[in-house]
């Protein structure tokens, strides 16, 4: 008798969780895709936190290795996100941080179409260009698909798309492009080396080095300095914590 108990009241304790779990996505008001590499893959967390925080639900389709080619030929391809997806997509956020110029003095192609697919990595601005044309384009059409609630819309899809710089201030050419990216779209950055808590510019008074190796297993070299690279990865990790406070106050300023 005491097994069957048991059994009942397993089961009601399943079909509960899974009935609360089910609630808590159907009120979230929101849904952000996040494209990067090791920095923000899922095991990382701090893009869950903060979608949380601001009610939103996560598609992390961030991968480790890849990089802002990978972004645009996994759109070229079709994998990136579904056509459903793409409905229900509210923000488009960005965190391919390699320490390369996404800005860019080279041409860049007036139309996504022009450029030549499969990307590799030797121009970051051009790909960068490709994802944000292609993206704009993609919601401002749905204004042309009888199957899709903007359907014969004056603007189409609102297309959000926000860029993020690196986990801190290290990374001077990317994070310095990717501000002038941002700029000349008029895109909203996520700023977390402005306010992850320390700078480049003074180090740490006990170790004498920079803070940001305090928050890693690994360093990397830049301009001939060490600093941290890969932060502690998990929800309840302390950087990538704040990462999510730092991500979910400014997409508040885009949302209602």
Request: glycine share 8%; proline share 4%.
């Amino acid at each position: 008798m005491k097994r069957l108990e048991t059994l009942i009241l397993s089961i009601v304790l399943l079909v509960f969780a899974t009935t609360l779990s089910a609630q808590e996505n159907s009120e979230n008001q929101y849904t952000f895709l996040l494209t990067g590499a090791s920095f923000a893959s899922p095991n990382n967390g701090w893009f869950e936190v903060g979608c949380q925080l601001t009610g939103a639900t996560p598609l992390n389709r961030a991968i480790g290795g890849e990089a802002i080619a990978n972004t645009a030929n996994r759109m070229a391809e079709g994998t990136l996100y579904s056509k459903e997806e793409l409905e229900e997509i509210d923000a488009l956020v960005i965190m391919q941080v390699h320490d390369r110029d996404v800005f860019g003095s080279s041409p860049l192609k007036e139309e996504y179409t022009d450029y030549e697919i499969p990307f590799d990595r030797n121009n970051y601005a051009a790909a960068f260009d490709y994802v944000i044309k292609r993206y704009l384009t993609e919601c401002y059409n749905l204004k042309f698909d009888e199957n899709s609630r903007y359907y014969n819309t004056r603007m189409g899809k609102p297309a959000v798309i926000v860029l993020c710089t690196d986990w801190h201030d290290g990374r001077v050419t990317y994070n310095t492009s990717v501000r002038k990216l941002a700029e000349k779209w008029g895109f909203p950055v996520v700023e977390f080396d402005k306010y992850i808590g320390f700078s480049r510019n003074s180090v740490h008074p006990v170790t004498k080095g920079q803070t940001s190796l305090l928050f890693t297993g690994d360093n990397q070299q830049i301009a001939g300095e060490k600093f941290g690279w890969h932060p502690e990865n998990g929800q309840d990790k302390y950087i990538q914590r704040r990462m999510g406070a730092i991500f979910a106050d400014t997409m508040r300023k885009i949302f209602p």
